[in-house]
Nanobody, 122 residues
Framework: QVQLVESGGGLVQAGGSLRLSCAAS????????MGWFRQAPGKEREFVAA????????YYADSVKGRFTISRDNAKNTVYLQMNSLKPEDTAVYYC???????????????WGQGTQVTVSS
């Protein structure tokens, strides 16, 4: 089992920044990755970014490239999502997830956090 605990959501004005954190505990496995997804009201959950633990490879959705950065603190087993130049359309519940990199990038991870709300006002 993997336990994921997110923090760092909140309300910010358009153009502002927020940093989300996700602390993981429990098992890890081969080709392990952690990622972020989001779900806006009335929309399906979508992939945002992923970090492959073995080599630090990162993956991003086109909608956030150049604005969001995923990173990790290996000692704390924590992954971060730095969100800059936020737009109202970034408003969503953001979820941390973990699994193999294939399953994370395919939006099929088995392990999920509880979610944290990000609201961007115009």
């Amino acid at each position: 089992q993997v336990q994921l605990v997110e923090s760092g959501g909140g309300l910010v004005q358009a153009g502002g920044s927020l940093r989300l954190s996700c602390a993981a505990s429990g098992r890890t496995f081969s080709n392990y990755a952690m990622g972020w997804f989001r779900q806006a009201p009335g929309k399906e959950r979508e992939f945002v970014a992923a970090y492959r633990w073995s080599d630090g490879s990162t993956y991003y959705a086109d909608s956030v490239k150049g604005r969001f950065t995923i990173s990790r603190d290996n000692a704390k087993n924590t992954v971060y999502l730095q969100m800059n130049s936020l737009k109202p359309e970034d408003t969503a519940v953001y979820y941390c997830a973990a699994d193999s990199i294939i399953r994370v990038v395919a939006s099929m991870p088995d392990y999920w956090g509880q979610g944290t709300q990000v609201t961007v006002s115009s």
